[in-house]
């Protein structure tokens, strides 16, 4: 029996003092092994030119965008902010090119994080660069506890996909100083925190999957096992792109 073969870009690794500062090529284990437990098929490809975005795409059932450095200001159209962090152009550029193939294709995309962040740029969505900008901040988005539990709630919408999984509020962990300002048109958001600050949203398009959260699902799957859900409803999307 087939299984459904998930595409996830890759990040650049560089400095590590163990491969003498040569930059791997990576992507964090949790993803590995989240989409192996729902019976698909990873696949990790390296950053790439964004003419190659096609020739990827047609290999794969459903893209995973993960999690890394920020996304770049530039995509906006704004300067640097004072505390904007390391940011990846090439991995941006070729980023939104899997994008566009992924949806030219109709088929699923779960974003985590950056990826999220990404997809809400690219429709023509804005961020805070940093969440020092946010006048109604309130709650820490940055954990100070062990990634792998939850830090703060968020409140839900029950009717949507990621409310199904949790209900209509849950528990969730939290890495993250960028922040979604303004929801691009094509999304809905389904998910906020208690100073509402969006943290997960899905498309507006009922015939395209997009489910995009803010926390970091693939740190939490050995405490709670209904992380491991989000991963296995998209697997058993991608798996009708056969």
Known sequence: MNKPLIGIPGNILRGLNETNGLPITYTPQGFVESIQAAKGVPFVFPISSPEDASYYIDQIDGLLLAGGQDVSPSLSGEEPHLKLEA???????????????????????????????????????????????????????????????????????????LGQIFGSTYLVNSYHHQAIKELADSFQAVAWSKDNLVEGFESTDTEQSIVAVQWHPELMLKEDTKMQRIFTDFVKKASVSY
Do not use: W
Not at 102 to 118: D, E, N, S, V
């Open 87 to 161: 940011t990846e152009p090439a991995r941006d550029t070729f980023e939104m090119a899997l994008i566009k193939e992924t949806l030219a294709q109709h088929k699923p995309i779960l974003a985590i994080c950056r990826g999220m962040q990404l997809l809400n740029v690219m429709y023509g969505g804005t961020l805070y660069q940093d969440l020092s900008d946010y006048k109604e901040l309130s709650v820490q988005h940055i954990q100070q506890t062990y990634f792998n539990t939850g830090s703060h709630s968020v409140t839900l919408n029950p009717e949507s996909q």
